[in-house]
Every structure is written in C-alpha cells, then in structure tokens.
C-alpha cells in the first residue's frame, strides 16, 4: 500500500535548502560558477572588440547579456552533476506507482520535517543619507546694493569656475571605474547570498518535482529556467544598465577608447 505524503512545494524546498547546506558548500559553489560567468562575459567583450565592435555603451550590455546565457549553462550543468551526488533520483518517467526505493527515500527527504532556522527568506533593505544643502546667507537689512562690476573679480569666477571643470575631469574616469567595479561586485555577491535558496529551488524544480510532482498539494511546479530567471534575471539586467551607462560616461570622458583599460591608459597618459 503507496504512503500519501502531504507536503507543500514550500516544505519540500526548504527541507531541500537544509540538505545542500549540510552536505555542500552552495555560496562557495555559487561563487565559483559567478567568476566563471565573470570570464565568460570578459571574453564575450574581447571578442566582440575584436569583431570592430568599439562603442563600449553597446558592447558591454552585449556581454552581460552572453554572460547571463552562459550562466544559465551553468546551473543546467550544476543541476545534473549535483542532483546525482545529492539524491540518485529515478528517472523522470515514473508514474507514482511503483515501489522503487529511490522515489520512496525522495519522498521522504521532502516529507521529513525540518529544523527551524534553515533559512529561506532573505530580505534585504536600504538606507538613504540626506543631502543637506548649505544654508543661503541672508541679505543684510538696508538699502539695495547693484552687483559689482569688478571686472577682475568676474574674471577670477571663470578661471575657478574652468578649474572646478577641469579638477572633475580628472578624476571623471577613476570614479566610473570604481562605479562599475562596485556595481558589479554588488549584484555578484547579491547572487551569491541567494545561492541556497536558488539551488534548493533548482534542485526542487529541475529534479524532485517529477516524483513530488502528484504527492504535492500544488497542481503545478515552475520550470528551473523559470526559477534561476525569478532569481538573477534582476540583478543582470541592472549590471546590463550600470555598464551601458559606463560606457557612455568612458565614451565622453575618453574619447578614442574602446575599453576600460584604454580609458584608464589616456588618463595616465595625461
């Protein structure tokens, strides 16, 4: 007689999430398979340069977006190699009949309860500093003065007003280098904190939701790829922005570059 297992999709991941962090390291392997996706997107840019492709505000979303792709690649890889080491599952042909061993000990990995405190909402919030302006000083009290005409002074305003112009131009191409190098360590390491959460939902999704799938009180279960995109779909998509909007700043700031590292040697250079 078949054992009728109760258990939500969302019990069943969260007792998926326990198992990998017991057994693995999900953040260390996440952060392999992101510098991984790093190169991919580094070669993607070269090659494209080297194709005559030179405006960096239009090459650089080109390489995020084959990054992502090439990502994508690699969770299909990580799902097949670790849903064998984690759980030696059926194949997906089984029909919930059977009496095979593996569907019953799969069934008991999401049915089994779990221990509170594994994890598997993450919030994360954000902070805004105010920006106070200085205050105006007020008029003195009397009669109305004209402004002065000085024409000394008014020349001193330009020339100070051209050097605050060329001060910011200086220092214009280090500070969107450390834009785009913060930006993308950003959304690498936000990718990186998910990664439990993301590999139980791809193990779940990709692997045990074809024996679960009739066990579970949900009629349905997402596709992986529709689970990695809910995920990191984001955080792609605004490093995208971030370097096109690089791209156009290096383009401004550094005209004849076609990289970063160009824009940074034209600096130096002068």
């Known amino acids: ?7 939500t999709r969302y019990h069943a991941i969260l007792r998926v999430q326990q198992h990998l962090e017991t057994k693995s390291f999900p953040r260390l392997q996440m952060a392999l398979l992101v510098a991984l996706t790093g190169a991919g997107g580094w070669l993607c840019s070269a090659l494209l340069l080297h194709a005559g492709m030179h405006s960096m505000a239009l090459r650089y979303p080109l390489a995020v977006g084959a990054a992502y792709g090439f990502f994508m690649l690699l969770l299909w890889l990580w799902l097949r190699i670790d ?28 049915a089994a309860p779990f221990k509170s405190g594994g994890g598997g909402d993450y919030a994360g919030g954000g902070a805004s500093a ?3 302006s200085p205050a105006l000083d007020s008029p003195a009290l009397g009669s ?15 020339s100070d007003a051209a ?18 190098a913060v930006g993308m360590a950003l959304a690498s390491l936000y990718v990186i904190y998910i990664a439990p959460v993301l590999f139980s939902e791809l193990m779940f999704d990709g692997v045990l939701s074809y024996t679960l799938y009739r066990r579970l009180r949900t009629s349905d279960s997402p596709h992986w790829v529709q689970t990695a995109m809910r995920h990191t779909a984001v955080p ?19 005209p004849g570059a ?9 600096h130096a250079a002068h």
Do not use: K
């Not at 007689?1 to 258990?7: E, F, G, S």
């Not at 050097?163 to 785009?180: F, H, Q, T």
């Not at 792609?236 to 550094?254: I, N, S």
């Open 83 to 110: 849903s064998r080491d984690f759980f030696d599952l059926p194949s997906p042909n089984w029909n919930g009949t059977g009496s095979s061993r593996h569907c019953a000990d799969a069934a008991d990995l999401a």
């Open 130 to 132: 105010p920006w106070d």
């Open 236 to 254: 792609f998509a605004v490093t995208a922005l971030l370097l096109a909007l690089v791209g156009l700043g290096l383009g401004l700031y550094a």
């Open 144 to 158: 109305p003065s004209l402004p002065s005409t000085d024409t000394p002074g008014l020349f001193s305003g330009l």
């Open 258 to 266: 076609h990289s970063l590292g160009q824009a940074l040697a034209q």
């Open 163 to 180: 050097g605050s112009v060329s001060d910011a131009d200086e220092i214009a191409i280090p500070l969107i280098a450390i834009v785009m």
């Open 1 to 7: 007689m078949t054992r009728h297992i109760r258990v």
